[in-house]
C-alpha cells in the first residue's frame, strides 16, 4: 500500500486539533491562563499600555522555566502566525511583536481562526507542493512537507503541555 504524505499530514492535523477542541480548550478560563505553576515560570504579563506580553529569551535556557498556560497559548499563536505569514510569502516576526489576547475566550478565538486557516491550506496543497522549500522555522530551506509536519507536531506538543499544566491547576 501507498501512504500519500498530505493525506497522512491531514489526518495528523485533525488528530492534534481534536486534542486541543474537544479536551482542552473548553477546559481554559481566565484564572487558568494566568496562573503560573512556579514563581519562575514564563507566563503573560499586561504592561502599562494593556498588551500582554511574554517572557523570552533569545536563548533557551536548558532548565527552561515552566510555562504558564497564557505562555503556552501566546506560544502556538506566535510560531503558527509566523508559519503561515511565511507560507504567505512574508517573514516571520520576532516574539516581541507577538501580544497574547488577553483572555481566555479571545485566545481560544485566535486559535480556532489559526486552525481553520490551517485546515483551508492543508486542504489547498497538492503532493507536488510538498518538495517546495521552507525556510521556517529553520534557516536553511527543507522541503514545505517538514514545515507541514513540523507544525502539526508542535501544535500536539504544546496542546498536551497545556494539558499537563491545566491538571496541576486542578489539583493544586
Request: proline share 8%; charged share 20%.
Amino acid at each position: 500500500m501507498v501512504v500519500d504524505v498530505l493525506s497522512v499530514l491531514r489526518w495528523q492535523f485533525r488528530v492534534a486539533w481534536r486534542l486541543a477542541e474537544d479536551v482542552q480548550l473548553p477546559r481554559l478560563t481566565d484564572d487558568l491562563c494566568t496562573w503560573s505553576p512556579d514563581p519562575q515560570s514564563w507566563t503573560v504579563h499586561r504592561d502599562a499600555t494593556g498588551w500582554w506580553r511574554a517572557d523570552w529569551s533569545h536563548t533557551e535556557p536548558i532548565d527552561a522555566p515552566a510555562p504558564s498556560v497564557g505562555w503556552l497559548t501566546w506560544h502556538i499563536i506566535w510560531w503558527w502566525s509566523n508559519a503561515q505569514t511565511v507560507l504567505d510569502g512574508g517573514t516571520a516576526a520576532e516574539p516581541a511583536v507577538q501580544g497574547w489576547p488577553g483572555t481566555a475566550a479571545a485566545t481560544v478565538a485566535v486559535l480556532r481562526d489559526l486552525a481553520g486557516l490551517w485546515a483551508d491550506r492543508l486542504e489547498s496543497l497538492t503532493p507536488d507542493d510538498l518538495d517546495a522549500p521552507a525556510r521556517y522555522p529553520w534557516p536553511e530551506p527543507r522541503p514545505l512537507a517538514y514545515l507541514l509536519s513540523w507544525v502539526n507536531l508542535e501544535l500536539m506538543k504544546n496542546i498536551a503541555e497545556i494539558g499537563e499544566v491545566g491538571n496541576v491547576y486542578l489539583h493544586r
